[in-house]
């Protein structure tokens, strides 16, 4: 018998399409579309939403969303989605960005747009490699991490540090709004959603350029399972990116994280 008593408690967000995806099983990057259409159907903005996805393991990005994208270069998302701001000024713009895109060919783009304190929102995916062409030492790999080009792990003296990207864009006086949450466990996925509300309540109320970075498994490239690729999140990326607030405008209304893992 039915219970007609039923209450729905969850279910897919309304600016999130019904089909399987393309990513690996344990990849974040799901977890991470559904926090963005959760947000954006929760302040109302799915109508007037547009995404910008460049090229990286969410290249397709836009068949997930129900709700406008558009697709730019490898590392100009950020140029692509200023001049679509510029245009349309009301629309909530925002780009999504692997480590490999945004912190290396695209870096200039994301220093750029940033400096200009456009009013954009960054979503940046940082999972310590380049996840699409076969797991190859990108500038976020952590120092001695094996990698498909880095066989013996990052040498720090031959191949330099990784980049730190959310510490070095909060020093630009144009960004408002500069964090870096986590998606490896429950506790971490809710701040990252509170992150992700208040860096489009940021952009919505004009006061600059915002990013949340995003730590990230990548359980095939890393050789790991799911599970496994969530433990070593914690114990080697948290320690070395450390999750926290960056750069947060005086005039930003926000729940500061409690703690870290």
Not at 8 to 26: A, I, N, S, W
Not at 175 to 197: E, F, G, Q, T, W
Request: charged letters at 20%; aromatic letters at 8%; a negative charge.
């Amino acid at each position: 018998m039915l219970d007609t008593d039923v209450k729905v408690v969850y279910q897919r967000p309304r600016g999130f399409e019904e089909l399987p995806t393309h990513y690996c099983p344990g990849c974040t990057h799901g977890v991470a579309h559904r926090l963005i259409a959760e947000v954006l159907e929760e302040m109302g903005e799915l109508e007037h939403t547009i995404g910008v996805a460049p090229v990286g393991c969410a290249v397709f990005a836009y068949n997930y969303f129900a709700f406008d994208f558009v697709e730019a270069p490898h590392g100009r998302a950020p140029a692509m989605a200023t001049g679509i701001k510029r245009s349309l000024p009301d629309a909530t713009v925002f780009t999504y960005q692997g480590d490999g895109d945004l912190a290396s060919i695209g870096m200039g783009e994301i220093v750029a747009a940033a400096s200009r304190g456009e009013l954009i929102t960054v979503i940046f995916i940082n999972n310590t490699n380049y996840g699409m062409t076969g797991g190859q030492m990108a500038p976020t790999t952590l120092p001695g991490q094996v990698t498909t080009s880095s066989p013996m792990g990052r040498d720090v003296e031959r191949q330099g540090y990784p980049i730190r990207t959310a510490e070095l864009l909060s020093s630009l006086d144009g960004a408002a709004y500069v964090v870096r949450r986590s998606l490896h466990d429950p506790k971490n996925i809710r701040m990252a959603k509170k992150a992700i509300r208040t860096a489009f309540e940021v952009q919505k109320q004009g006061l600059g350029f915002s990013m949340v970075e995003l730590l990230s498994t990548c359980p095939t490239n890393w050789g790991m399972t799911p599970a496994n690729a969530r433990v070593w999140l914690a114990e080697h990326m948290v320690p070395y990116y450390p999750i926290g607030d960056f750069k947060v405008s005086s005039s930003i209304a926000y729940d500061k994280p409690k703690g870290r893992d």
